[in-house]
């Protein structure tokens, strides 16, 4: 991964074989990031999401492999307990114009992915909703 920070945006360039979420961390932990919007298009060859079934608090997860562009990338940086937290969603295409997406479990890069954060003043932390069952924003 290669980026720069420009202001109040950081433009990253992740590549083959990394993983998303993993170089998001390492990325919003070396710039001290703590809240942020997220948005990304590339190529991804594995990658895994998931839909959260509200009766019963539990998400259900597909995976995939094979050649898929990413068509949406987006998302929120925050915290859980001071520490770093995404809530990121994904939607990729495979070749014959099918898309899948769902809340982003994992992706790996197959060629490459352009990401553009959006830094924000502040920091809103993450607190687990019993009654959703979701770690939800709070702003107490």
Same mark, same amino acid.
């Given at each position: 991964?290669?980026?720069?920070?420009?202001?109040?945006?950081?433009?990253?360039?992740?590549?083959?074989?990394? =993983?998303?979420?993993?170089?998001?961390?390492?990325? #919003?932990?070396?710039? $001290?990031?703590?809240?942020?919007?997220?948005?990304?298009?590339?190529?991804?060859?594995?990658?895994?999401?998931?839909?959260?079934?509200?009766?019963?608090?539990?998400?259900?997860?597909?995976?995939?492999?094979?050649?898929?562009?990413?068509?949406?990338?987006?998302?929120?940086?925050?915290?859980?307990?001071?520490?770093?937290?995404?809530?990121?969603?994904?939607?990729?295409?495979?070749?014959?114009?099918?898309?899948?997406? $769902?809340?982003?479990?994992?992706?790996?890069?197959?060629?490459? #992915? =352009?990401?553009?954060?959006?830094?924000?003043?502040?920091?809103?932390?993450?607190?687990?909703?019993?009654?959703?069952?979701?770690?939800?924003?709070?702003?107490?």
């Amino acid at each position: 991964m290669e980026y720069r920070r420009m202001g109040d945006h950081i433009v990253a360039r992740l590549d083959k074989g990394e =993983e998303i979420i993993q170089q998001l961390r390492l990325l #919003c932990q070396a710039e $001290g990031v703590q809240l942020a919007a997220v948005r990304a298009l590339g190529a991804v060859g594995d990658f895994t999401v998931g839909v959260f079934k509200t009766a019963e608090k539990k998400y259900y997860s597909n995976s995939f492999r094979g050649d898929y562009e990413i068509v949406s990338l987006t998302g929120t940086v925050t915290t859980q307990q001071g520490n770093f937290y995404a809530h990121l969603h994904m939607s990729a295409g495979d070749a014959a114009g099918r898309v899948f997406g $769902g809340h982003l479990n994992s992706a790996v890069v197959s060629a490459t #992915c =352009e990401m553009v954060l959006t830094l924000l003043p502040g920091r809103v932390e993450r607190v687990f909703n019993d009654g959703v069952g979701l770690n939800l924003m709070s702003f107490e």
